[in-house]
């Protein structure tokens, strides 16, 4: 595994992390629609004519998110699961600043500010990192 594919590796965290947190939103913006909308409540027949049943249709789109969450949700443990077991291998200043980096979010130059690096200097160890972490993702496919 290159450097390059560690870190795709490691951003699949916070990819993963993104879509959950969007399924989340869509989850709750359609809730807030089906409790806002006028008409249709539960417990009353839908009205004759076609008119289809809203409060059905959303429960079962609210069904359909909350299993898809579920489904990211195990995705986001196991990178998280394989992530942390790379990072326990490594050196620590390395792992801490991946971690910082990928698991936490933050920018370079933030990460080299709370771990009292310059910025060259933590774009080293950031290098340094990913070499090493390409090795140990590598082994953990084996």
Same mark, same amino acid.
């Given at each position: 595994?290159?450097?390059?594919e560690a /870190?795709?590796e ?9 879509r959950?947190?969007r399924r989340l939103?869509q ?6 629609k089906?409790?806002s909308?006028? @008409?249709q409540?539960? @417990?009353?027949?839908?009205p004759? @004519?076609?008119?289809?049943d809203?409060? @059905?249709?959303?429960?079962v $789109? ?6 898809? %969450?579920?489904?990211? %949700?195990?995705e986001l443990?196991?990178a ?5 077991n790379?990072?326990s291998?490594?050196d620590?200043?390395?792992?801490e ?9 933050? /920018?370079l130059n933030e990460?080299a500010?709370?771990?009292h690096y310059?910025?060259?200097?933590a774009c ?7 070499? $090493?972490a390409a090795?140990?993702?590598?082994k953990?496919?084996l």
């Amino acid at each position: 595994m290159t450097a390059a594919e560690a /870190k795709e590796e490691l951003k699949s965290y916070r990819r993963i992390n993104r879509r959950i947190d969007r399924r989340l939103e869509q989850k709750a913006r359609l809730l807030e629609k089906l409790t806002s909308a006028p @008409g249709q409540t539960a @417990g009353t027949p839908p009205p004759s @004519g076609g008119v289809h049943d809203r409060i @059905g249709e959303g429960t079962v $789109a609210l069904v359909h998110y909350e299993e898809r %969450i579920n489904s990211l %949700i195990d995705e986001l443990v196991k990178a998280q699961d394989r992530i942390e077991n790379v990072l326990s291998r490594m050196d620590g200043t390395q792992a801490e600043l991946l971690e910082l980096m990928y698991l936490d979010g933050k /920018k370079l130059n933030e990460v080299a500010e709370e771990l009292h690096y310059s910025y060259r200097q933590a774009c080293r160890i950031h290098g340094r990192a990913l070499l $090493a972490a390409a090795d140990f993702f590598q082994k953990d496919v084996l």
